[in-house]
């Protein structure tokens, strides 16, 4: 079975800095990967997603991507956040085996300072 | 139409209730699932029905009954619930129970009186 790592509880950074957010998988083959954000009392929306082709993926609202194999790595990272950036982030696994679920990392908090 | 639905948002019951929450998707999905979560924590997966038949049942207390009547409507019934589960409910779909992306709901925010 997959599991997810997000090492990172609590992450601060200026408006306008760069952003980095980490999350390592564990899973024997290519997994799915996906990373989803979540403002408070909302649902997850998906930023991302990665199948397989290209390692650096594009997402929603300025986000990129990059797989890393050797690493077992799919950082998340955006060049200048904004205050509205503010929230929870998720990464999660999955895998083409129909009874696997995907899994969740436990979060990062992202907090902005104005 | 990329929207998963959830109804109601907002739902309090005490403990000897009946309540039901209700989750619709016309998205064409095949996969459709309900998460619980708790605050400050990841979602965790309930149930998941595929093509409209219970796939996988995480060991959920009986108290919880999911029913997909049809492909599009995922339904989750409560009934003697505890204080404890109280949780944001969120609905996901997924085109196939094969990996791929889930589209969440908005959530219905539970509280347990």
Redesign the interface.
């Known amino acids: 079975a997959q599991s997810v790592t997000q090492p990172d509880i609590h992450i601060t950074v200026s408006e306008g800095a760069s952003l980095e957010l980490r999350c390592n998988y564990s899973y024997g083959a290519t ?2 990967l ?1 990373w ?1 954000v979540q403002s408070p ?6 930023l991302l ?1 990665y199948f397989s082709g290209d390692t650096l993926v594009q997402g929603i609202k300025g986000f990129e991507a990059e797989f890393k194999r050797s690493q077992s790595s799919f950082n998340l990272r955006k060049p200048s956040v904004h205050w509205s950036d503010a929230a929870e982030y ?1 990464c999660a696994v ?9 899994i ?4 990062t ?1 992202l907090h902005i300072l104005p | 139409d990329t929207e ?1 639905t ?1 109804t109601p948002k907002h739902l309090v019951m005490g403990m000897t209730n009946k309540k039901s929450l209700k989750c619709e998707q016309h998205m064409g999905h095949r996969a459709m699932y309900w998460y619980k979560q708790k605050a ?4 965790e ?1 309930m149930f ?1 029905y595929s093509y409209e038949k219970l ?2 049942n995480e060991s959920v207390p009986s108290r919880f009954s999911p029913e997909c009547p049809n492909s599009s409507l995922l339904n989750l019934h409560l009934h003697a619930l505890q204080p404890e589960d109280s949780a ?1 409910y ?1 609905c ?1 779909s997924s085109l196939r ?11 219905s ?1 539970l509280t347990v009186l």
């Open positions: 997994p799915y996906f989803y009392g909302q649902g997850l929306q998906l997603k998720f999955g895998t083409m085996n129909r009874d696997d679920k995907i969740f990392g436990k979060g908090r | 998963v959830q400050k924590k990841p979602p997966l998941v796939s996988i944001l969120l996901a129970q094969l990996g791929g992306e889930l589209f969440f709901g908005e959530g925010r």
